[in-house]
């Protein structure tokens, strides 16, 4: 078993101030990224449908001057985001079909996912929730009475996932809170939290954070959200490693995106050097078709080949599961 000793990890700034500085501003931005300047009308109107967000310690890692940076392309607004003839849809995952009450989904056996905030610290271009109901779908807010009677009622549930959104975008005295009211329901084992967090804004991972991780009863398992590994610098992988310290299990769930990481050479080096920070690959999903996003996608037969060309490099430890969501179904569909 994984020991839990939370170590002291301390930034020059604090999170929320990092969080406070990022960049919102798509002049800026390329600005900063030395960029052309006949990318701005198309990145603003773009923004004008969803909100750019940029963290400065996302920013230092992508290439300036470089159009076809693959950072770049998760976070640069872009013409095709304003297509008329996009084919992609508002909610390709079937969320809202799915919700029981206002903010929890329960698609799956055994487990049940908060939408605890719509709140993120960087706004990926290819975002499946973009289109999400947040403000009327907070179940840790005006409906927490609701969720945690859900919760309490349905005891075949043992697993408990917070999304969003990112749930690190909260305060930990908020998670921390939440987390030991469903401490109290024994049927619940398992905590899982899908993040981008400690990926995109690094000083997220600071003493409060290790503290009440480190303090749960829960078996507590992270699921990072890294596409590519240059998104995995010095101080990504010192922040691994104190999640690490806390007792957590990490792993790792992509998607497959055009121009970003599809490519043989990329997947292996990112599951490569995921495993050397000790975070285990676990899911390459296909693309959600999400409205605005479709420039992104990849046919199915294409990556169904890359993934065949991973498995004769690499371990199997190491080769993602493959894997689509499709509204309806009882689990993710092997692909």
Known sequence: MISKTAQSWQHPVSWQTALAQAIRDPAELLQRLSLPLDLLPAAQAAARLFPLRVPHSYLQRIQPGDPDDPLLRQVLPLAEECALTDEGVADPVGDLNAMASPGLLHKYHGRALLVTTGAC???????????FPYASSNPLHQHREATLAYLRE?????ELIL?????LSLPDSQLAAWVRECESLPHLQILRLHTRLPVVLPERVDDALCQWLSATRFRTVIVLHINHPREIDTTVGRAIQALRDSGVTLLNQSVLLRGVNDSVATLAELSQTLFA???????????????????FAVPLGEGQAMVAALRTRLPGYLVPKYVQEIPGMAAKYPV
Request: charge should be positive.
């Open 163 to 167: 999304s969003g959104g990112d749930p």
């Open 121 to 131: 610290a960087i706004h990926c271009r290819y975002c499946f929730r973009r289109h």
């Open 154 to 158: 349905h005891t075949q549930l043992n």
């Open 277 to 295: 920070h000790g975070v285990l690959p676990y899911y390459l999903h296909q693309f959600d078709p999400v409205q605005g996003a479709m420039h």
